[in-house]
């Protein structure tokens, strides 16, 4: 009886290092699964250039601006490369930038009330597009991780601002492809 006892206790041992082990492979792997690649750029000494207001709802930075038309729509114009795009984008909108992604995470909140749902659902949505990367062209992704600097830290629990950013394009381009196929009764 005592040896059987001991083979048991031998094997539930085992049993139990394997499961670890394999639970340890297992998060590994979806680490590096998800991961995203953040673009090269070229020209990081375009993050130190300031915005300036020019007047009430008008700001410049370089050639580049901002401004609400008379009708109070935001009116934005942009050149250089695509990450100088990016990190004008961010800087002359900043407010804006952060105020759409309060007003998203704030939405997901009221559909989604369970802090730790929403935590789970971070986890699926980075393995659900974990390839996002792959289907983006390297023009847009460069100016999305530049408008990523001027993003919130106050939501790095979801993920980083360049991550978050890029899988906010798919939630919306995702909306219209479900509004499109009757789906859903409307905008998502």
């Known amino acids: ?44 000494e375009v993050l130190k250039l300031e915005r300036q207001k020019l007047g009430e709802n008008f700001y410049v930075l370089g050639n ?16 250089g490369g695509a990450f100088e795009r990016g990190v004008a984008h961010g800087k002359l909108a900043k407010e804006l930038v952060v105020k759409q992604e309060d007003n998203f995470v704030a939405q997901l909140k009221e559909m989604i009330p369970s802090e730790t749902y ?4 971070k986890y699926l949505i ?6 996002i990367d792959d289907a983006i062209p390297e023009e847009f992704k460069k100016e999305i991780y530049g408008v990523s600097f001027s993003a919130s830290d106050k939501y790095s629990f ?18 219209h492809a479900l509004q499109q196929s009757n789906l859903v009764p409307g905008c998502t």
């Open 126 to 131: 980075k393995w659900f597009n974990r390839d």
């Open 1 to 44: 009886m005592k040896n059987i006892l001991k083979i048991i206790l031998k094997i539930v041992k085992y049993l139990g290092l394997f499961l670890m082990l394999l639970f340890i492979v297992i998060v590994v792997y979806y680490k590096v699964a998800v991961s995203i690649d953040i673009p090269d750029n070229n020209n990081l």
């Open 118 to 121: 929403i935590n789970f659902l």
């Open 64 to 79: 580049n601006w901002l401004r609400k038309n008379e009708q109070g729509i935001w009116e934005m114009y942009l050149e």
């Open 158 to 175: 979801i993920g980083t601002n360049y991550e978050r950013i890029l899988n906010y394009h798919a939630a919306h381009d995702i909306g």
